[in-house]
């Protein structure tokens, strides 16, 4: 059975940082795309940052600068480091797999921004 499960969200005060990861058990990463969406109350879900198979990387205008994806094929894991956060930023994040072979979504994960 193929999971993604994100964890790393919470609460931050603005200009704070919080380091969101997926997890992948029943397939292999490495094999595919991983891209993290977010989506904040009222609005379309947004792609936020992309890591390709070969660690092309990729990001949303407004994210640039401030997040970092990363992934660590050896732990089947990406990793979306998210610094400078403000009160824009507060969102569900979903992470997504996928490759020509399949295509899985994470259950997401909330991140507020609030002092």
């Known amino acids: 059975q193929v999971q993604l499960v994100e964890s790393g969200g919470g609460l931050v005060q603005p200009g704070g940082s919080l380091r969101l990861s997926c997890t992948a058990s029943?397939?292999?990463?490495?094999?595919?795309?991983v891209v993290w969406y977010r989506q904040a109350p009222g609005k379309q879900r947004e792609s936020v940052a992309t890591?390709?198979?070969?660690?092309?990387?990729s990001y949303a205008d407004s994210v640039k600068g401030r997040f970092t994806i990363s992934r660590d094929n050896r732990k089947n894991t990406v990793y979306l480091q998210m610094n400078s956060l403000n009160a824009e930023d507060t969102a569900v994040y979903s992470c997504?797999?996928?490759?020509?072979?399949?295509?899985?979504w994470g259950q997401g994960t909330q991140v507020t921004v609030s002092s």
């Open positions: 997504n797999a996928y490759s020509m072979l399949y295509n899985y």
């Open positions: 029943g397939i292999i990463f490495s094999n595919g795309h």
């Open positions: 890591v390709t198979s070969g660690g092309t990387t």
